[in-house]
């Protein structure tokens, strides 16, 4: 048995197990204790009058719940509709595109599900897929503007940018990249997975063509919760991919069109009702509101990074101004793993089984580039971070 370090004092509001050092909280989130047992009300609701709770209950809560987390990302309820995760949601935006003969565009730090599905149906429609090429590491947000500006051409018409990417943790200068785009004529679809809950953000401001994000990631929601935005200026085209009932219980005309995408027929909905629980509870846990649960989280996973860096010898792969609560660490380099799912390198493999730590390893822009991605969550304690950092001491230098 190995002896792991204690997380934060709030560790008890999660259900996580307390023998695992949990790093990891960007790849799947985690839902407090409260908001589970939130969701199970819903689901004992369902299942005890299972005619009641559909017909009569469920609306009125599937719309405040949506009408919470419109206010919270700064847009009105009526542009939005939730989607159990964003790559159900990119899907939804990519069967609404009906160009063909065009370039369609996006970035080597794309999420692998949103590619594949950019690739499939964009090639399906008979257009061209651009990946630029940005570089990683990078010093400075002029590279991705300048690398997209040169890749594109008077074919483009639609853009896949991630907010926040995934694999190398990078917050993307999404609306000088909107801006850019637009002053060419291109449509932009923003994955933003990762944002809600981790950084700072007006949904209309930024006046994407279509944006979505999960709940389920740093709002904590329960898994299965993620919003569709589409900007009004497209709604009239945007048609529901599976047709459902119109469901126009509001009188309210400006509830019309996002009411054909709410009842995905029968299911457990309870996750999406969980939403405005989650963005009223999370604050709940600190004095500062989400504004100190973001900060918090993003100086702790940069405090965090940083240790683990100066503990190999390393640099942070991108400025500080660029990054968030999940953090990229360089390491040496791993061969190809025999899975090849980012979670599978040798290293991953040795933390986990020999240290108890959950963090991904990833492997970019492609073996045997490694780096280490920590996350900081509310549980998490600065301890965790150092531990990790002498656990790869340890690896390095038994390799
Ligand atoms: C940038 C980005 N897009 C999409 C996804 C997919 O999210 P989900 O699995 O909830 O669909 C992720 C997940 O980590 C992500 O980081």
Known sequence: MVNIPKPSLLFDQWKLNPNIVHLNHGSFGGTPRFIIEKQKKYIDKLESEPVDFSVRQWYPLYYENK????????????????????????????HNQKESNQQWLTTNHAYGACIHA????????????????????????????????????????????????????????????IDLLHSKGIKVIVDAAHA?????????????????????????????????????????????????????????????????????????YSAYLCIKDALSYMPSLVNGGWNEIKKHNRDLAIQGAKLIANKLGVELPVPESML????????????????????YTEVKNILYDQYKIEVPCVLFPQAPKQYVRVSAQLYNSIEEYEYLGDCLLKIRNSS
């Open 67 to 94: 009408k919470a987390l419109a206010d919270f990302v700064g847009t009105s309820e009526h542009n939005m509709y939730l989607v159990p995760n964003t790559t159900i949601g990119i899907n939804y935006i990519l």
């Open 118 to 177: 950019f690739h499939k149906i964009g090639e399906d429609r008979g257009n061209e897929i651009i990946k630029v090429q940005i570089p990683f590491p990078l010093d400075s947000e002029n590279e991705i503007l300048e690398k997209l500006e040169t890749n594109l051409s008077p074919k483009t018409s639609l853009a896949l940018i991630d907010y926040i990417t995934s694999a190398t943790a990078i917050i993307f200068p999404i609306k000088k990249i």
């Open 196 to 268: 809600p809950g981790m950084v700072d953000f007006n949904l209309d401001a930024f006046d994407a063509d279509y944006f979505v994000a999960n709940c389920h990631k740093w709002i904590c929601s329960p898994k299965g919760s993620a919003f569709v935005y589409v900007n009004p200026k497209h709604q009239k085209e945007y048609k529901p991919v599976f047709y459902s009932f119109y469901n126009d219980w509001n009188a309210d005309e400006a509830a019309h069109w996002s009411n054909q995408f709410i009842w995905e027929g029968t299911k457990d």
């Open 324 to 343: 968030g609560s999940i953090v990229n660490i360089p390491l040496w380099d791993d061969k190809i793993p025999l899975k090849f799912f980012n979670y």
